[in-house]
């Protein structure tokens, strides 16, 4: 059963034609008994940091006691990965049990003339079932493109709204403008319902606040250097500046291993305190916070699997630069490798001449994904030549790429893989059947 549900989840995108519209989505959620509307949800957007916020917020929810669902997009090896019951996969029976009643709704609509849902329409739906009958005491959901469109935004009543960085991507769906990209991202927000975004792009911040505000919706600013001032009404200010101080000192008490995390760590932590003082959540107490994030471990974002060896699925230009940061700030004069590969909507001519630009890469490995969508392996070589990269060698398979990197990575050397999920799935599934993996839990 198992594998025949994984078949079937594999060949939807080659069923459909067209998708349905939001409101046809919510007749498919009607249709399964409108399970997300007995949900707690945290309703999380943004372009860069989603899924380590999405892990963040999980981990402090469950160290305070709480049984939580996460939805996250994409999954890197198994489709599993994104049905989450306290930071583990869902449990096979779990998973389809789900996959059976979606399908089954499925028949029933498209016999009514609704189009076939697409794969993430398709997933989500599983989601939401699956939720609802494990009834959690909370979800984490994430969002799978933009916002304002996104089929996760048929959610009626979230407790928050999250927006993390946000930056130029899926340009030809969300606009060719940060502004542009804020407002679609900004389509989550609910009447009434708070917002804590990342305030680090004046642009987006911008939006995102008049947005909330033509909502009647509070909303907290979370910026690593200025302290968040009270938008709520009904909150003083001062618990709200005492509160974000007592956060910033913790954080800066945790060992990230890249700066972006620990301002995605920042917006979970607020999201938490803004619930609390809401009295939808229990307080949690600062040691369990700090034990939370201490212990979380996203795989794919700035992960070691090996010593010297990080995978990081940046894959546009916002996500190279966080990453080059993260480099940056390991301090280290081992010298650089990198093993990469691009998707062809990405701006990946851009990505290239940021990171040759920044990291000077000694040796680069460049691989051909296994994906349509695939940029052609000596195309890229090519690019990183032209950047000024004299060491550049091109392969056909990620198995291929990634034995040579290591087999010319040197003690004095550090490897990162970087590009693509799609690259950072198929080497999480390659390193499965070699030794010395280093991260292998969820949160």
């Not at 690259?423 to 280093?438: F, Y």
């Amino acid at each position: 059963m198992e594998e025949q549900a994984r078949a079937y989840l594999d060949q939807i995108p080659f069923w459909t034609r067209k998708k349905n519209t939001l409101n046809q989505v919510r007749d498919f959620l009607t249709e399964l008994g409108n399970p997300d509307d007995s949900l707690r949800i945290i309703h999380v957007a943004g372009t860069n940091g989603k899924g380590s916020v999405c892990a963040d917020l999980t981990a402090v929810l469950l160290r305070a006691g709480y049984h939580v669902g996460t939805f996250i997009s994409p999954h890197l090896t198994d489709v599993k990965e994104r049905f989450l019951l306290d930071g583990s996969p869902a449990p096979e029976e779990t998973f389809e049990k789900s996959f059976e009643n979606v399908r089954a709704v499925t028949e029933k609509m498209c016999a009514k003339g609704y189009a076939h849902p697409t794969f993430f329409e398709f997933v989500f739906l599983m989601a939401m079932d699956l939720y609802g009958r494990e009834k959690p005491d909370w979800v984490v959901l994430e969002t799978g493109l933009g916002g304002l469109l996104d089929t996760t935004n048929v959610i009626r009543s979230p407790k928050a709204c999250v927006i993390t960085s946000i930056s130029l991507d899926h340009t030809a769906y969300l606009g060719t403008s940060i502004p542009e990209i804020a407002m679609q991202k900004a389509g989550i927000i609910k009447p009434g319902v708070p917002v804590i975004f990342d305030d680090t792009q004046p642009e987006a911040s911008a939006v995102i606040a008049g947005q909330a505000e033509r909502m009647g919706s509070a909303f907290y600013p979370v910026n690593p250097i200025k302290p968040i001032h009270v938008q709520d009404k009904d909150i003083q200010e001062k618990d709200v500046q005492e509160n974000d101080a007592v956060d910033r000192n913790l954080v800066s008490e945790v060992k990230f291993s890249a700066p972006y995390q620990a301002q995605n760590a920042r917006i979970a932590l607020k999201v938490i305190g803004v619930l609390t003082e809401r009295g939808e959540l229990r307080t949690v107490t600062e040691q369990r916070k700090r034990e939370a994030l201490s212990h979380v471990c996203w795989p794919g974002r700035m992960q070691k699997v090996r010593e010297d060896v990080w995978l990081d699925g940046a894959h546009n230009p916002g996500g190279i630069s966080a990453f080059i940061e993260a480099v940056k700030a390991q301090e280290s004069d081992k010298a650089v490798h990198l093993l990469f590969a691009a998707v062809s909507d990405k701006d990946y001519r851009e990505m290239i001449k940021m990171l040759c630009d920044s990291l000077h890469p000694a040796v680069v490995t460049v691989v051909h994904i296994d994906s349509a969508r695939a940029t052609d392996e000596n195309l890229l070589a090519g690019l990183f030549e032209q950047a000024g990269c004299k060491m550049v060698k091109q392969y056909g398979s990620a198995r291929e790429a990634l034995e040579a990197a290591l087999a010319k990575k040197k003690e004095t050397d550090r490897l990162y893989v970087v590009g693509s999920l799609y690259l950072i799935g198929e080497i999480q599934r390659i390193l499965k059947t070699m030794p010395e993996a280093v991260c292998e839990k969820t949160v």
